[in-house]
C-alpha cells in the first residue's frame, strides 16, 4: 500500500472557524491531490499540487487554500468554515511515470456546526 | 473536455451471480483508463487499469477491456461475493501528460447471502 497518511481522520467545528487538514506521503510522488467527496457529485477536485510551491484549482476550489512547502505534506485550508464544507476529504497522489493512477488517503470526515 | 459515464445504482445482486458495472468515456487520443473500489469508511483503492486499445486489465476476478471503438471500458465479474459491495469508479487519465484525471460518479454494489 502507498504510505499516505491524512489527519485528523475526524473533526468536528463550527462555522467561521479556521481549519486545517493535513496529508503526508512516504512515497516521493511528485502529484499531490485534495477531493471531496459528498452524496450525488462523486468525488471533485479541490485543489492539486505538482510541486513544492507549485499549486492550481480543481473545479470547486472557493473557500479552500492549499500549501506544499515540503514534497510530502500538502495541507488543506478552510479559512472560515462553512456547513456547506461539510463532507469527506480525501489526499491523492500520483507520479509521473506509468499510467498515472493515484493513490488515495483514508479521508478525513469533517463536520460544520 | 474529458467525461466518464457510470451506469447508476445500486446495483443489487445475489452471492455468485454475475456482475457488469457499464462505463464510456469522451476524451481525445488514448486516454488510460482505471477501475477504483471505495469500501466503507475507506479511500479509494486502485482495482485495475488498462493503457491501450484492446488491453484487458484484471485483478481479484475482476476484469475490464479497453474498447476503443465504442469508447467503454466495462467491468465484469463472473462470481460476486458478500465482500465485493463497495462503490465502484471508473476514472480516466488523459493521454499527453496531464495528471488531472476525470472519475465517474461511481457505482454502489450490494451483494446479498
Known amino acids: 500500500d502507498a504510505g499516505i497518511t491524512q489527519s485528523p481522520r475526524h473533526k468536528v467545528t463550527e462555522t467561521g472557524t479556521p481549519v486545517t487538514l493535513r496529508c503526508h506521503q512516504t512515497?516521493?510522488?511528485?502529484?499531490m491531490y485534495w477531493y471531496r467527496q459528498d452524496p450525488g457529485h462523486g468525488l471533485r477536485l479541490i485543489h492539486y499540487?505538482?510541486?513544492?510551491?507549485?499549486?492550481d484549482k480543481g473545479e470547486v476550489s472557493d473557500g479552500y487554500s492549499v500549501s506544499r512547502s515540503k514534497t510530502e505534506d500538502f495541507l488543506l485550508t478552510l479559512e472560515s468554515a462553512t456547513s456547506s464544507q461539510t463532507s469527506v476529504y480525501f489526499c491523492a497522489i500520483s507520479d509521473t511515470q506509468g499510467s498515472y493512477e493515484q493513490y488515495f488517503g483514508p479521508g478525513t470526515r469533517l463536520t460544520v456546526t | 473536455g474529458d467525461s466518464v459515464t457510470q451506469m447508476e445504482g445500486p446495483v443489487t445482486l445475489s452471492e455468485e451471480a454475475f456482475l457488469t458495472i457499464n462505463c464510456t468515456y469522451t476524451a481525445t487520443g488514448y486516454p488510460s483508463l482505471f477501475w477504483y473500489v471505495q469500501y466503507p469508511g475507506e479511500g479509494l483503492q486502485l482495482l485495475l487499469k488498462?493503457?491501450?486499445?484492446?488491453d484487458k486489465g484484471s485483478n481479484k476476478g475482476f476484469e475490464a477491456t479497453y474498447r476503443k471503438e465504442t469508447t467503454s471500458f466495462h467491468l465484469e465479474k463472473g462470481s460476486v461475493q458478500v465482500s465485493d459491495s463497495a462503490v465502484y469508479f471508473c476514472?480516466?487519465?488523459?493521454?499527453?501528460?496531464?495528471?488531472?484525471?476525470?472519475f465517474g460518479r461511481g457505482t454502489s454494489l450490494i451483494v446479498h447471502p
Open positions: 488498462a493503457t491501450k486499445a484492446d
Open positions: 476514472a480516466l487519465s488523459p493521454a499527453g501528460g496531464s495528471y488531472i484525471p476525470t
Open positions: 512515497e516521493n510522488h511528485r502529484y
Open positions: 499540487s505538482y510541486g513544492v510551491k507549485d499549486t
